[in-house]
């Protein structure tokens, strides 16, 4: 069973960095592509970016390219997603996902619980 978990959320203000950690365990993990998704306050999730397996291949959303930068350590069974210059728009809960077999940005069915990243103006 893939069990994801997510951490690295916290309070920053406009303008600052955080780093969001997803540390997974289960079996063939390094073959799933592996994504993060957000879900601000009365909002539907959405997709924020996502990686292959070999981590040669990225996708993001539009209004974080340039921003944010996913990237995983398959050694580690860790995927990460360092998010720069942050606004108050990217206030959500952020949510780790691993999938195979679907089109990048379509989420898998295993998910994490969620961490959550407030940014202050």
């Known amino acids: 069973q893939v069990q994801l978990v997510e951490s690295g959320g916290g309070l920053v203000q406009a303008g600052g960095s955080l780093r969001l950690s997803c540390a997974a365990s289960?079996?063939?993990?390094?073959?799933?592509?592996m994504g993060w998704f957000r879900q601000a306050p009365g909002k539907e999730r959405e997709f924020v970016a996502v990686?292959?397996?070999?981590?040669?291949?990225?996708a993001y959303k539009d209004s974080v390219k340039g921003r944010f930068t996913i990237s995983r350590d398959n050694a580690k069974n860790t995927v990460y997603l360092q998010m720069n210059s942050l606004k108050p728009e990217d206030t959500a809960v952020y949510y780790c996902?691993?999938?195979?077999?679907?089109?990048?940005?379509?989420?898998?069915?295993?998910w994490g619980q969620g961490t959550t990243v407030t940014v202050s103006s």
């Open positions: 996902n691993a999938a195979t077999g679907v089109p990048a940005g379509v989420p898998g069915p295993y």
């Open positions: 289960g079996p063939t993990l390094s073959t799933y592509n």
């Open positions: 990686i292959s397996w070999s981590g040669r291949a990225t």
